[in-house]
């Protein structure tokens, strides 16, 4: 393991245990959608300008909360694929301090999933760009 945080949180061991269950990449993408369809949804007020994260080309929102001291994201896109990608990013990253979450490497990440080889350099792009504004938001608050 690449990250050089001490422990997964519990979604983040959820979802390897998930997506090593998928024997291909068909199978991965069935799950990915289903899993961006248990994304907490955001309310309409929530999808403005100020929560956009620049650098994605689909349009994503981030929202952060801060419960039991620590920072909870919540995400939405338009694009399903996408939301399955946000769903097991914010699995990964849920409940993580500020300094954890500046040492997620993401491309391992992705590849202990078994979907980085299947990311465009800017879908790669705009999910580092995601985890940039989540660092952000949390440093803010």
């Known amino acids: 393991m690449n990250d050089q945080t001490p422990h997964l949180p519990p979604r983040a061991r959820e979802a390897l245990a998930a997506f090593a269950q998928c ?3 068909e199978q991965r993408v069935r799950l990915l959608i289903q899993w961006g369809e248990r994304l907490e949804p955001l309310d309409e007020a929530e999808r403005c300008a100020a929560n956009l994260v620049h650098g ?3 349009r994503v929102w981030l929202v952060a909360e801060t419960r039991d001291g620590r920072r909870h ?3 939405s896109s338009e694009a399903r694929l996408l939301r399955g990608l946000m769903a097991v990013l914010l699995a990964r990253v849920d409940g993580l301090e500020p300094g954890e979450l500046q040492r997620i490497d993401l491309a391992d990440w992705f590849a202990r999933l078994g979907l980085a080889r299947h990311l465009s350099p800017s879908r790669s ?3 580092n760009a995601v985890l940039q504004r989540m660092g952000e938001l949390s440093a803010g608050g």
Request: include cysteine; aromatic fraction near 16%.
């Open 73 to 75: 994201f919540r995400a």
């Open 56 to 58: 994605c080309e689909s």
């Open 23 to 25: 024997p291909g990449w």
């Open 125 to 127: 792009n705009g999910l």
